[in-house]
């Protein structure tokens, strides 16, 4: 699996726009790249996951340049019920593999 | 909704006790994976199973062992327990071991070895 990497915390106010980025300069031609949420005390959820170009749904946005070799994921008007950990997984679809996670990104929404 | 049960919430069990957690889903998934998760650290897998009575080592297998006897059910063991393995422990199902297939989680089960 390509290795992540992303900034271990970010701090925003609320209803902020927030990008985290998280880079994955060894992606490989079919890997996909998947985001979870996870809030404390709970295990994580999906929140998002694409290919290349932008995916968007209700709860945010996917910003995956030509090069793939990084994405940003962006949560637009931050609350505080968004205060979580954010993590960045890739992987090619198909057969079995390991489903590894990093360490993520503590993202605090300040009042 | 897809709902993964942890037998758990919270389990206190002393030093070289065998421990047993037991993880439910209720989507008829192929795939089921264990992770322990320590501040600083992440989530770490320990096993994951693609099938009934299949298993494969993750990141960190030393010290647990599984059980898949069901497709639905999945058991991490503790042969004997130690203090490092004090952690919250995570189960997962996803449809395909594919990372473009979302994983589902349990809510975790912390254990406190003593």
Known sequence: LAKTTQPISMDSYEGQEVNITCSHNNIATNDYITW???FPSQGPRFIIQGYKTKVTNEVASLFIPADRKSSTLSLPRVSLSDT???YCLVGTPGGYQKVTFGTGTKLQVIP | DV???QSSRYL?????EKVFLECVQDMDHENMFWYRQDPGLGLRLIYFSYDVKMKEKGDIPEGYSVSREKKERFSLILESASTNQTSMYLCASSLTSALNTEAFFGQGTR???V
């Open chain 2, 111 to 113: 254990l406190t070895v």
């Open chain 2, 3 to 5: 709902k993964v049960t």
């Open chain 1, 36 to 38: 979870y949420q996870q």
């Open chain 1, 84 to 86: 979580a950990v954010y």
């Open chain 2, 12 to 16: 206190v069990k002393r030093t070289g």
